[in-house]
């Protein structure tokens, strides 16, 4: 059974940095690709960041880029999503999610954890 297992939100003031960690169980993620995902209350979800797990091929979202760096530790199954330079509209609840094969569909999400950037 895929488990995603997101950890590292919190309260954070503009400007500050956090580092979000999706420890992945389950199954073989050589051919994944590892995705940070977010949604703010009232909006539609967003794509953030993404990571393929073969190679480590990375893209972002225009409105991180810069700031949010997506890495992974292949010995620990974990992706994190460092982020810097956080703004209040960085708010949202932050989700990972898994393809079964790189450029596939994210079939697997975690429950997701709550990023709040005060001003």
């Known amino acids: 059974q895929v488990q995603l297992v997101e950890s590292g939100g919190g309260l954070v003031q503009a400007g500050g940095s956090l580092r979000l960690s999706c420890a992945a169980s389950?199954?073989?993620?050589?051919?994944?690709?590892i995705g940070w995902f977010r949604q703010a209350p009232g909006k539609e979800r967003e794509f953030v960041a993404q990571?393929?797990?073969?190679?480590?091929?990375?893209g972002y979202a225009g409105s991180v880029k810069g700031r949010f760096t997506i890495s992974r530790d292949n010995a620990k199954n974990t992706v994190y999503l460092q982020m810097d330079s956080l703004k209040p509209e960085d708010t949202a609840v932050y989700y990972c999610?898994?393809?079964?094969?790189?450029?596939?569909?994210?079939?697997?999400w975690g429950q997701g954890t709550q990023v709040t950037v005060s001003s």
């Open positions: 999610a898994a393809t079964l094969v790189a450029g596939g569909d994210y079939d697997y």
């Open positions: 389950g199954r073989t993620f050589s051919d994944s690709t």
């Open positions: 990571i393929r797990w073969s190679g480590g091929l990375t």
